[in-house]
């Protein structure tokens, strides 16, 4: 059973960088089966969908934070990693790993998810 | 930009009763739609995918309906544990949209 966790610092200032780390067990970041994601979520807010990576370091950024974000893949470690330049109060949020996966090799849905982790930005 | 709208954003029901939550896509979306069950504090987990196909281990009380522009998440019977926040998603999109979310509460 795959399991997907967040780490990082839960309390930056702004203009600082943060950086996440998600490692996962039970699947190979390795696979060609999966994509690997970064979504967050205000406090109560809904869902946004901020990046995701392929094996092949293939990477897609939300155009809105294209110019912040950039998303890396360890294989040999097997996690994947979020840093975003420039944080301010707006990004505050609860940070997710995801893993997308293909169903009936035709649709991409985010079947397993990390637990999450807090996020604060605040002088 | 594909924009997915649900109703009701609130829903106040009882264990037993049999709910009804749609997601409306500004264009036709084929059965590129995903729902999600978000419980307070913890990730969400995916239901069903392809607007109709349960995901394994999902219960069958839990239903997807819909094609184009108009689906449907049902739950046939509500048990305690599905009281929590639903959202659809476009599937196969980058970036991929979410419905504004779907809150189920206890009657």
């Known amino acids: 059973q795959v399991q997907l966790q967040e780490s990082g610092p839960g309390l930056l200032k702004p203009s600082q960088t943060l950086s996440l780390t998600c490692n996962v067990s039970g699947a190979s970041v390795s696979s060609g089966s999966y994509y690997w994601s970064w979504l967050r979520q205000p406090a109560g807010k809904g869902l946004e969908w901020l990046g995701r990576?392929?094996?092949?370091?293939?990477?897609n950024y939300s155009p809105s934070l294209k110019s912040r974000l950039t998303i890396s893949l360890d294989t040999s470690k097997n996690f994947f990693s979020l840093r975003l330049t420039s944080v301010t109060a707006t990004d505050t949020a609860v940070y997710y790993c995801?893993?997308?996966?293909?169903?009936?090799?035709?649709?991409?849905?985010?079947?397993?998810w990390g637990q999450g982790t807090l996020v604060t930005v605040s002088s | 930009d594909i924009q997915l709208t649900q109703s009701p954003s609130f829903l106040s029901a009882s264990v037993g009763d049999r709910v009804t939550i749609t997601c409306r896509a500004s264009h036709d979306i084929s059965n590129y739609l995903a729902w999600y069950q978000q419980k307070p504090g913890k990730a969400p987990k995916l239901l069903i995918y392809?607007?109709?196909t349960l995901q394994s281990g999902v219960p069958s009380r839990f239903s997807g309906s819909g094609s184009g522009t108009d689906f449907t998440l049902a739950i046939s019977s509500l048990q305690r544990e599905d009281f929590a926040t639903y959202y659809c998603q476009k599937l196969n999109t980058y970036p991929p949209p979410f419905g504004q979310g779907t809150r189920l509460e206890i009657k």
């Open positions: 392809a607007a109709s």
């Open positions: 995801a893993r997308d996966m293909y169903y009936d090799s035709r649709y991409l849905a985010f079947d397993s």
């Open positions: 990576i392929y094996t092949s370091g293939i990477t």
